[in-house]
């Protein structure tokens, strides 16, 4: 995994956490350009701006762990075990 993304997601979850950029199911306009501050700090050299780097990049992370999420979702690993067994 790249260090971007760790640090990316790390920022993410930090952010979450402070809870300044929540809504009810998601993060209020603005969050982008506050990630890229956070990302600054972690990683000065990278040079990552919030359009178009880390909305693409966040993109493309939603869509690469969905598959993931929903393996570890209860509900679909219980619909899998239904359809395995025909019911």
């Known amino acids: 995994v790249p260090k971007e993304d760790v640090a990316l997601v790390s920022c993410i979850v930090e ?7 929540n809504t ?3 993060f209020k306009t603005g969050y982008l350009n506050e990630l890229e501050r956070m990302l ?3 990683l ?3 040079t990552l701006k919030a359009k178009p780097n880390l ?4 993109r493309t992370l939603k869509r690469d762990w969905t ?3 929903d393996m ?3 509900k679909t690993i219980a619909a ?8």
């Open 40 to 42: 600054e700090k972690v």
């Open 67 to 69: 598959i993931i999420y």
């Open 80 to 87: 899998l075990v239904r359809m395995s067994i025909g019911r």
């Open 55 to 58: 909305e693409s990049r966040i």
């Open 24 to 26: 009810d199911t998601r």
């Open 15 to 21: 952010l979450y956490n402070i809870g300044t950029y």
């Open 44 to 46: 000065p050299h990278a």
């Open 72 to 74: 570890l979702n209860e």
